[in-house]
């Protein structure tokens, strides 16, 4: 296939980078608003993570299945779908108002997500040139950066109402009472939603009916694609594959852990009003945004691996600014934290599938898979914060430890031995 070709079908891509950031960034937002709504506390709230997370545990190797029997395409028309009806299903959950009804909706939405994300990834590192498949991937990440800007800058705004009352603090002027305030927290969630779910759908009918390049095991017929192997376990045996699971289960947990509890950390524990805390994480998803940018054109003259290793080494350092001074230095420290997690990911995913031809799609299942992290690690640093409020701010030695890992994969476990 020509080179133009590629760009219609990257373009559309790209937005699902964009769309998958919407939903998962939208999460640091609804804990917030559900420790408000469902009366939780940061601990039990962190679950909202888990919920959301545990989808990608359980469901990237039968999604790989599924892809390899059919294709990329079908996978992500099936994904959008699936997260759409999520979105919708928002409203009757609204009504509900119960927790464990929000963490199956979120479910949901995530699982729809998966097939995105198992899909996007590995379809753009091999639609082009294997030289700049890393450049690529990091291109299309700056995409999820600019969908979590904009979750993060305008659509936290449209959720936080800026009153943080308990029973005992609502005032008694307050028209209806608690579950009047309640009900008005309630439904302030659910216009992102109704927003996400529909353009979900539209998207989903462009991709039916525009023509995608089949690459590879995809230009056999159906038939001859469901004789082999589905999932090829047996990719595990390339150490810089089983390394840099390991190394994504890691930063899927540090970066989550940090961005899930960075408007609990405002506002909680450093004393921001709800206004000022979002549009802290607004410029909070900026600077990941501008580090994505950056990053993919400072590839064109250094090592994906140097700059993963050098990133990682830095966060490392930040993480302890944290841990030592909390308070609104750990934010400002936060902000940098954001601007060098921005290449890890894509990096680390693109250095894992190195050199695995048709076994990339089960490669691609087990790097999604390893974002469980995401359903684990972040509740490990709520337990610490709920714990020890006092010291509130050591709990971010636990992203300090997951970037370690990633130090690690950029300065050996990245290589092709086996």
């Known amino acids: 296939m020509k080179k133009n070709s590629y760009i219609v079908p990257l373009s559309l891509i790209f937005c699902l980078f964009f769309l998958w950031a919407i939903s998962s960034n939208l999460l640091p937002t609804m804990i917030r608003q559900l420790m408000k709504t469902c009366e939780l506390n940061t601990f039990e709230a962190s679950f909202t993570e888990t919920a959301y997370w545990l989808a990608y545990f359980i469901f990237p190797i039968p999604i790989a299945m599924f892809m390899k029997r059919y294709s990329y395409k079908a996978g992500i028309i099936f994904g959008l779908c699936l997260a759409s009806l999520g979105g919708f299903l928002f409203f009757p959950a609204a009504m509900i108002k119960s927790y464990w009804v929000y963490l199956c909706v979120f479910f949901i939405i995530a699982t729809g997500m998966c097939f995105l994300e198992t899909a996007a990834n590995p379809y753009v590192t091999v639609l082009g040139k294997p030289e700049t498949s890393i450049r690529r991937l990091n291109l299309a990440q700056s995409f999820n950066g600019l969908g979590a800007f904009i979750s993060a800058m305008f659509l936290s705004k449209l959720v936080l109402s800026g009153n943080n009352y308990t029973r005992e603090t609502l005032p008694l002027s307050y028209e209806g009472g608690w579950e009047a305030y309640i009900q008005h927290e309630t439904e302030s969630m659910r216009l992102p939603y109704l927003l996400l779910g529909t353009l979900l759908i539209v998207v989903a009918l462009i991709f039916v009916f525009t023509k995608f390049p089949k690459i590879a095991d995809e230009s056999k017929s159906g038939e001859a694609r469901g004789e082999g192997k589905l999932i090829d376990f047996s990719v595990l045996r390339h150490s810089h594959l089983r390394w840099g699971v390991i190394a994504q289960f890691f930063y899927n947990g540090g970066q989550t852990a940090i961005n899930s509890l960075f408007l609990v950390y405002c506002c909680v524990y450093a004393g921001l009003d709800e206004a000022t805390a979002t549009t802290f994480f607004g410029f909070y998803m900026l600077a990941f945004l501008v580090g994505r940018w950056v990053g993919t054109a400072l590839m064109i003259k250094f090592k994906p691996s140097h700059m993963l290793m050098v990133y990682s080494i830095l966060l490392i350092i930040l993480c ?17 934290v954001s601007f060098f997690m921005s290449i890890i990911y894509p990096t680390q995913f693109s250095l894992a599938l190195q050199g695995l031809g048709d076994q ?40 300090m430890i997951c970037f370690a890992f990633c130090a690690y994969y950029g300065w050996k476990g990245y290589k092709v031995i086996n």
Do not use: D, R, W
Request: proline share 4%; with cysteine; net charge negative.
């Open 320 to 336: 302890g600014v944290i841990c030592a001074f909390g308070g609104h230095v750990g934010i400002y420290a936060m902000l940098a």
């Open 360 to 399: 990339t799609k089960s490669g691609s299942a087990f790097l999604v898979m390893a974002i469980v992290g995401n359903a684990c690690l972040p509740q490990l640093t709520a337990y610490f914060m709920h714990a020890n409020e006092e010291m509130y701010y050591i709990a971010y030695i636990v992203p």
